[in-house]
């Protein structure tokens, strides 16, 4: 088999002098190519997880490889400018346009003006944003789901082969968050990207990613496929994976059985 392009080898963090335990030893690999969603409720340690990979934490214990290199080993800004990250609220800076935000990582790297230009360009058609109509517009004249776009395009600037995503669809409308999750899985598959997303939705994780793991109390409680999920013992990887029946149900009593529903 294909080494795992992150590994996370018995890792462990605690923040607070070490009176609160975030991720407590977590072994954990993604494969390449793969779509990884880490579910679990507030405080399972979930999102300390996804930012350990690329140093915005660092580790106590254990340690975790991001395409075969220890990344303790790793310059972090170097680290970061290989690896894609899709904040919640978009995290774009407010000074500067749509452009310019989709085009800071390039011109850190010293890429050619014309080069970032045509970057810029490429990725507001992938993302599906009018170049003429959102180029230089700045942050706050844009919709919730415009500025996700916009993250998610910024995090593709350098042409990442890894993604990181801390619950970037939570914060918007349902129509949106649906339709920009189906963008994003196509972007995922188009550009054969490896990606890890963190959400606390159940639905989200089992709609859009190829596996899941569950997280609480800063362990990985479990692993797998939704079908390999359902073997689990543990009483609150049960109850996640009921939590989408029950509400399937509920619409479907409550729905029309005619009409637009």
Known sequence: MAAPLIAYTRVGKTFDDGRVVAVDDVSLEVAEGEFLAIVGGSGSGKTTLLRLANRLIETDSGSITVEGEDVREVDPILLRRRIGYVFQSGGLFPHLSVAGNIGITPKLTGAPLAEISAR?????????????????????????????????????????????????????????????????????????????????DMTEAILLADRIAVMGGGRLLAQGTPSELSESEDAYVGELLRTPRRQAERLGALLPRNGAA
Do not use: C, N, W
């Not at 004249?141 to 776009?149: D, W």
């Not at 918007?172 to 963190?198: C, N, Q, S, W, Y």
């Open 120 to 200: 810029v360009d490429e990725l507001l058609d992938l993302v599906r944003l009018d170049r003429a109509q959102y180029r230089d517009r700045l942050p706050h004249e844009l919709s919730g789901g415009q500025r996700q776009r916009v993250g998610v395009a910024r995090a593709l600037a350098a042409k990442p082969r890894i993604v990181l995503m801390d619950e970037p669809f939570g914060a918007l409308d349902p129509l949106t968050r649906d339709a920009l999750g189906d963008d994003f899985r196509e972007l995922h598959r188009k550009l054969g990207l490896t990606t890890v997303m963190i959400t606390h």
